[in-house]
């Protein structure tokens, strides 16, 4: 049995695809996930869909995969959703605060999220309190006969146990004493761990070897072979990375107009050449009128509404590039910037003209966006939309005459 062990994809789905596609040369045959699926920054309305797309892309090889939710991966509901949509196509087996068969004999069993002395979940991470892993682990051995029968016994983990270098994070060791406790009672054969990506390693902590296999979004990963053990750290080859252009991060901006429509082909185009992320972004006109409640609220609700529909449509056109959505309350000219500084844009793609009646060269979002946006902007002309028109209908002629 042969393992690829990811942690931290950080909605990096170009690194794991390059992944996904070395897979075969590897020739591994189940996948293990230990979190932090999402880019740090998404938003909350966009998470369930960006779930949904990670999954797919991660069961689209056909081989198992088994996951558990990183700290990153609230709200657990969302994450729940999105694997119990996947249900009957695809191996997918969430693990965590529960134990799985693992091939014919073994047991895979795992607890996520971040673990703390007390605190809970506060919406910014997925975290439990360390006894509810003791409790978890304790239920499992005394409940499970599958635990107790399997020939081998495979833990994972969000965070690591205490070692010596797995747990380093510059000077400090954030590894959790009560997980090197869990190891001595049950063990395990071997512990897959997220933690910090400056831990990337091997270890033997408390008999067991445990595996760290740093972050995937800096092309880190892991391969273990269970017969015999083995576990081996890996690197995306760093051509993948001299592979990707300049545009790293493209954002485009979208309002329903001929040339914005226009503009995300260019950018669509762009980012698959570069290998980019593309975030969409629409920003809704701010209400200025005193409408009073619940007018406001309603006249608000449909603005978004609307939006969504359109970023929806948009993101449709570019599926295969699983783009981020944006939608924010104008003025857009300082949404679309905004947006580009979160998502360090490298690029900027928007129209000259959107749904204004006046025809000037520009209209007043992409000259104000030009002046003070934090990178390069790439304008999409009529002209050009009218110039590529006229030169199809000009070849359909030659081709009539
Ligand atoms: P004006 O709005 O000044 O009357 P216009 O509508 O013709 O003129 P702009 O609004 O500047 O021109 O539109 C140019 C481009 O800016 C559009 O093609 C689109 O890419 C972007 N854009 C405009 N409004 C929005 C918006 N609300 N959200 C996102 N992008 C927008
Ligand atoms: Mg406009």
Redesign the pocket.
Same mark, same amino acid.
């Given at each position: 049995m042969r393992i690829l062990v990811i942690h931290d994809l950080a909605g990096r789905n170009d690194q794991v695809q390059a992944i996904l596609d070395r897979m075969r040369d590897q020739l591994v045959d189940t996948i293990v996930v230990l979190g932090n699926l999402l880019a740090p920054d998404i938003d909350l309305r966009a998470r369930p869909a960006a779930f949904s797309a990670v999954l797919e892309q991660l069961t689209a090889p056909g081989r198992p995969v088994y996951l558990i939710p990183g700290e990153r991966d609230y709200p657990l509901e969302h994450l729940l959703q999105a694997v119990r949509a996947h249900r009957g196509k695809t191996s997918l087996v969430l693990v965590h605060r529960t134990a799985a068969p693992f091939g014919c004999s073994d047991v895979i069993a795992g607890f996520g999220g971040l673990l703390t002395k007390g605190a809970v979940s506060d919406g910014e991470h997925l975290a439990f309190a360390e006894w509810e892993v003791r409790a978890a682990f304790e239920h499992i051995a005394n409940f499970n006969p599958l635990f107790q029968l399997a020939r081998r016994r495979i833990f994972l983990f969000a965070n690591p146990p205490r070692g010596n270098h797995i747990d380093r994070e510059g000077e400090h060791h954030v590894g959790l004493e009560s997980l090197n406790w869990l190891l001595r009672v049950h063990q395990p054969d071997v512990v897959f761990t997220g933690g910090p990506a400056s831990g990337r390693g091997i270890e033997v902590i408390e008999g067991t070897l445990v595996v760290n296999p740093g972050s995937l979004a800096e092309g880190s990963y892991a391969i273990v072979d269970l017969d015999p053990l083995h576990a081996e750290l890996k690197h995306l080859p760093e051509e993948q990375e001299e592979q990707r252009g300049p545009f790293r991060s493209i954002v485009v !901006?979208?309002?329903g107009?001929t040339?914005?429509w226009h503009?995300l082909e260019l950018a669509a185009e762009m980012a698959r050449q570069h290998a980019a992320r593309l975030t969409l972004?629409?920003?809704f006109e701010p209400i200025r009128q005193p409408l009073g409640e619940p007018n406001l609220s309603a006249a608000i609700e449909e603005r978004i509404a609307q939006g969504e529909q359109l970023l929806e449509q948009a993101a449709v056109l570019v599926a295969d590039l699983l783009p981020e959505r944006e939608l924010l309350e104008?003025p857009?000219d300082e949404a679309?910037i905004r947006v580009a500084r979160s998502k360090q844009a490298d690029l900027i793609v928007?129209? !000259?003209?959107?749904?204004?009646a006046?025809r000037s060269l520009?209209?007043?979002?992409?000259?104000r966006v030009l002046r003070s946006a934090p990178c390069p902007v790439l304008i999409a002309s009529h002209a050009a939309v009218e110039y590529k028109e006229k030169e199809q209908f000009s070849q359909v002629e030659s081709v009539r005459t």
């Open positions: !901006a979208i309002d107009s040339e914005a503009a972004v629409h920003a104008g857009a679309i928007m129209g !000259a003209r959107g749904q204004g006046l520009m209209g007043s979002i992409s000259s």
